[in-house]
């Protein structure tokens, strides 16, 4: 093939390739805004941002359809024509060892797209896509807004604490305060909140509640700038009007509405939540080295560290019980000069009910109060009760080596100043400084907690399903993009034998041919993705990244296969 007839051929191919290109990418940035217009509800400036970050990836996405469609078309324009023909009649075979052949420029356009798509996968679509979501989920009051008023419900993940659902009739978006940006609300009009205990992470369907709140009316506030990690996080609180509070298992036997009161706060972790679709190649290596930089495996091991961090505590209360003849509890805390807080008695047990330690009176009946409380500042004592039962909460912030304690005491007799009064239930809350042991325990690795005999079977199978979610992740995202990248280069390959043996230069026709080769290598490598992610939370569940690995390559191996079998077809004629 001279260089003319290369160039005549390659200029053909690359025509079509572009237009092909622009328009598949123009539908497709389109129709991906479907999701964002419907589910946040976006300004025109916000509108006009997508589309721009849009652009990348999707042109990235539809490299390997308008190679192939581009070879399809021209080479099946080139036979109907008897161009093709006419080669053969100069000496110019079709997969030719020879210098120049037929399938010459259409390889030279595979490879240059398959570099091209490479690139782009690598370095700029992971970051034109975490642009999206960023872009997305800007307004966190305007997403909870279009969500409620499209679902009336929206469900919140906050770290290190359970789930808590809001349901509304209505939400109103406020206007924003332009003195402070970070701050956003939304007036929600007939809501009720649940709040649900942390669940079993072996059981993410199973979902306890642990109280309700009803109100007339409420408004939701949002500060971006109280999160921990600046403004990917979040607080969230709910100030209600006019409404009620009861716990799914009632303590007392009253509990009474509120005029107002708040719900929260509550931290939410970033909506634009940890991707590999959002990494480029330097940070997948990162991540493939250490996987406890995964935000996935991260919280994990926070959740697990807090739990731990309670347990050890009221561990350590409740031998302190067992251990003092009168089988008091005394708690110091770093707060107002140091006050002591004394609580149990003789008579007493202390019992460990999940993280909460709980102190009754076995023996004591209806109106029987044998648990003891005092308060003292310094050798004075400020405050005593008696009640029939003590529950206690702890919240460790293993940052500050903090631990938050709540003491809720039920049918209470308080004693102020020579007073009593009686209470169906009194609370307490104070800080203590959290005990070198407990506080030790947030420096345990990974491999510690994996190796630990005390962390629980739910633990253990949970730590090990998010590592194994995330290194299957970052493998299965390697390889896509690596089979994704060649798929382009094969596809032409493919293209070229389908396009002469079709002899026809019609549009359709060449759409309809080339649509089943592109259709199966890219489904294969998105299911390949998915079953390496598709991990059960059982003990020695069976790693699938190999089989998921299978599904990536087979795709470009069957076009390759069948690449090679028409050629050799072709080539004998």
Request: charged share 15%.
């Amino acid at each position: 093939m001279s260089k003319t007839l290369f160039w005549y051929v390659l200029r053909d191919l690359l025509r079509i390739f572009a237009l092909t290109t622009l328009t598949l990418t123009g539908i497709m940035t389109f129709g991906g805004l479907l999701r964002p217009l419907t589910e946040t509800g976006l300004e025109t400036s916000e509108v006009g941002r997508l589309l721009a970050y849009m652009t990348p990836a999707m042109a990235a996405y539809c490299l390997p359809i308008a190679a192939l469609f581009a070879t399809t078309f021209v080479y099946g324009r080139f036979a109907a024509d008897n161009e093709l023909t006419a080669m053969r009649a100069g000496g110019i075979g079709f997969m030719s060892l020879r210098r120049f052949s037929m399938a010459l420029p259409a390889g030279v356009l595979g490879l240059v797209t398959a570099v091209l798509s490479l690139l782009l996968l690598c370095f700029v679509v992971p970051l034109y896509t975490l642009k999206v979501e960023q872009v997305m989920y800007s307004n966190i009051a305007k997403v909870i807004a279009a969500r409620i008023a499209k679902d009336h419900e929206m469900d919140f993940h906050g770290t290190g604490s359970g789930e808590v659902t809001v349901f509304a009739q209505e939400a109103n978006l406020r206007p924003e305060d332009p003195t402070h940006p970070d701050q956003q609300a939304v007036e929600l009009v007939g809501p009720a909140i649940v709040n649900y205990l942390p669940g079993d992470p072996s059981r993410p369907a199973v979902h306890v509640p642990h109280e309700f709140w009803l109100a007339q009316s409420a408004v939701v506030h949002i500060d971006r700038t109280a999160g921990q990690a600046g403004n990917d996080r979040a607080m969230l609180s709910v100030h209600l009007i006019n409404g009620l509070r009861f716990p799914r298992q009632y303590a007392g036997e009253v509990q009474g509405g509120i005029k107002e009161t708040t719900f929260g706060p509550v931290e939410i972790p970033s909506m634009v939540r940890e991707n590999v679709k959002f990494m480029d190649i330097a940070r997948l290596a990162e991540l493939r080295r250490d996987v406890t930089q995964s935000q996935k495996v991260q919280t994990a091991l926070q959740n697990i560290v807090l739990g731990a961090q309670k347990r050890a505590y009221v561990q350590q209360l409740q031998q302190q019980a067992l251990a003092t003849p009168d089988q008091m509890i005394t708690v110091v805390s770093n707060e107002n000069g140091g006050d002591t807080y004394r609580f149990g008695g003789g008579g007493t047990v202390a019992s460990l009910v999940g993280d909460q330690l709980h102190i009754t009176a076995p023996a004591a009946g209806k109106g029987q109060r044998l648990v003891q409380f005092q308060e003292l500042h310094g050798s004075e004592t400020t405050l005593r009760a008696v009640a029939q039962k003590i529950q206690l909460r702890c919240e460790p912030d293993s940052q500050t080596g903090v631990m938050s304690l709540t003491l809720e005491l039920d049918d209470v007799l308080l004693q102020t100043s020579g007073e009593e009064t009686e209470h169906n239930e009194f609370v307490r809350g104070f800080n203590t400084a959290m005990p070198p042991h407990v506080s030790a325990i947030k420096n345990k690795s990974l491999a510690d907690f994996l190796a630990d005999p005390q962390l629980s079977t739910g633990d253990k199978a949970w730590l090990r399903h998010e590592q194994m979610v995330t290194l299957n992740g970052v493998d299965s995202e390697l390889h896509g993009r690596a089979s994704f990248a060649l798929s382009c280069l094969v596809l032409v390959l493919m293209g070229c034998p389908l396009g002469v043996m079709f002899k026809s230069g019609n549009f359709m026709t060449a759409f309809a041919v080339s649509f089943v080769p592109a259709l199966l290598c890219i489904t294969l490598m998105v299911c390949g993705q998915q079953v390496a992610t598709h991990v059960a939370f059982v003990p020695n569940f069976p790693n699938p990244l190999e089989r998921a690995l299978g599904f990536i390559w087979t795709g470009n191996a069957i076009v390759i296969l069948g690449a090679a079998w028409l050629s050799l077809r072709l080539q004998r004629r």
